[in-house]
T-cell receptor, first 109, second 111 residues
C-alpha cells in the first residue's frame, strides 16, 4: 500500500536555529498536508499544498510541494521552544488520509 | 464550538473486557475517522464514515467496530480487548477536503 517516509525521525536543536524536514512517497499525491502534534493533544493542520511546485508559508513555517509530486518539505525558521512536538506529513488515500511516522522536534533554550 | 470531543481521556482495560470510545463533533461534518497512534508509527486508520448510516474499514479494523447513527456521533467499540490494542486513539472529522479537526485522544492500556 501507499507509504509516506519522513526524515529525520527526530531532531534536537537550539532555539533560534532553522529546521528542515521532508516526506517522500513512492506514489504521486495531488495534495500534501503538514500537521503538528503537541504532547497530549491531537494533530493540528499547519499547511496544505495543492499544486506541484507550490510554496506556502504560515508564519515561520514554509512548506513546498515537490515538482515530482512524490515529496514535500517543511522548514521552520528561527525555532522557539513552543515549536516542540511531532510533525506529520499526510496525503489523501481515498476519502481518508495516510500519515508519515512523524519527525519529533526538540528545542533547547 | 467544542469541535471534536473524545471520552474518556484515559482508560485501563483488562484482557477480554469491552468498551466504547466516544466521539462527538458539533460542526455538522459529514466525514469522521478513527485512527490509532502507536509510538514512532504515525497514525493508522481504523474505520471511517462518510455520513450517517455509512461506515467502512480502514487499514487496521480487526478487533474494532463502529456505528454512525447520527451526524454528530461516531463511537468506536472494542469487544474483546487485547494487549495489542494498547494505543492512543484519535477521532477526526471534516466537512470536505482534508483539513481534519482531531479530538484530543483517548489513551487506552490493556493489561
Amino acid at each position: 500500500g501507499q507509504q509516506l517516509n519522513q526524515s529525520p525521525q527526530s531532531m534536537f536543536i537550539q532555539e533560534g536555529e532553522d529546521v528542515s524536514m521532508n516526506c517522500t512517497s513512492s506514489s504521486i499525491f495531488n495534495t500534501w498536508l503538514w500537521y503538528k502534534q503537541e504532547p497530549g493533544e491531537g494533530p493540528v493542520l499547519l499547511i496544505a499544498l495543492y499544486k506541484a511546485g507550490e510554496l506556502t508559508s504560515n508564519g515561520r513555517l514554509t512548506a513546498q510541494f515537490g515538482i515530482t509530486r512524490k515529496d514535500s518539505f517543511l522548514n521552520i525558521s528561527a525555532s522557539i521552544p513552543s515549536d516542540v512536538g511531532i510533525y506529520f506529513c499526510a496525503g489523501p488515500a481515498g476519502t481518508a488520509l495516510i500519515f508519515g511516522k512523524g519527525t519529533t522536534l526538540s528545542v533547547s533554550s | 464550538n467544542a469541535g471534536v470531543t473524545q471520552t474518556p481521556k484515559f482508560r485501563i482495560l483488562k484482557i477480554g473486557q469491552s468498551m466504547t470510545l466516544q466521539c462527538t463533533q458539533d460542526m455538522n461534518h459529514n466525514y469522521m475517522y478513527w485512527y490509532r497512534q502507536d509510538p514512532g508509527m504515525g497514525l493508522k486508520l481504523i474505520y471511517y464514515s462518510v455520513g450517517a448510516g455509512i461506515t467502512d474499514k480502514g487499514e487496521v479494523p480487526n478487533g474494532y467496530n463502529v456505528s454512525r447513527s447520527t451526524t454528530e456521533d461516531f463511537p468506536l467499540r472494542l469487544e474483546l480487548a487485547a494487549p495489542s490494542q494498547t494505543s492512543v486513539y484519535f477521532c477526526a472529522s471534516v466537512r470536505t477536503g482534508h483539513g481534519y479537526t482531531f479530538g484530543s485522544g483517548t489513551r487506552l492500556t490493556v493489561v
